[in-house]
């Protein structure tokens, strides 16, 4: 039940307020993201970036769940780190530019250095599959400069996705391919 609730609700942000998304969407789809199971979560990130696209309407609205979003990417669990980065794909794929430049792409930039392989490998194909398509973000400095990084990562996945714009998981390991969330 919950995973169907995960999935309806970035649809249902369209339906409603500014006001009453921050009040009731925006909290229940933050509370999505720590649920026990991979799937719900998973959906949760496009409810929350659906809630980020409608809060930015009203920016006054957007600080709660935008402090919770970003703090992510500083947590020392790495699945919370995975998870900003899979939300910042959310606002990149939103179009939300504004946002992206001023709250995401800073803090993928420190991320795109982590130890985690797992997290560049995120980043990587988030940079090839989702960013770099949107047109006013493919030529921003700092990603250029990430996906030039990535792209020489010593881990050969990571480079693998950041060296080929749209890259399948069939040109990489199985490995990287077992990331079928992005």
Do not use: W
């Amino acid at each position: 039940m919950r995973h169907v609730v995960a999935k309806r609700l970035g649809f249902i942000v369209k339906l409603v307020s500014p006001k009453f998304c921050e009040s009731n969407i925006g909290e229940l789809a933050l509370k999505l993201l720590d649920d026990s199971v991979a799937d719900v979560r998973y959906s949760g990130f496009f409810a929350v970036g659906q809630v980020l696209k409608k809060l930015s309407e009203e920016e006054s609205r957007l600080k709660h769940v935008l402090t919770v979003v970003t703090g992510f990417a500083t947590k020392p669990n790495y699945n919370v780190r995975l998870m900003f980065v899979y939300i910042a794909q959310q606002v990149a794929e939103n179009e939300n530019v504004k946002l992206f430049e001023t709250e995401f792409v800073d803090r993928l930039v420190t991320l795109s250095d982590d130890k985690i392989p797992n997290i560049r490998l995120a980043i990587s194909r988030i940079l090839s599959n989702s960013v770099c398509l949107v047109d006013s973000l493919k030529n921003n400095a700092k990603v250029v400069a990430m996906k030039n990084k990535l792209s020489q990562d010593p881990d050969p996945d990571v480079s693998a996705f950041a060296s080929k714009p749209g890259a399948k998981p069939s040109d990489v390991s199985k490995a990287a391919s077992l990331y079928r969330f992005v």
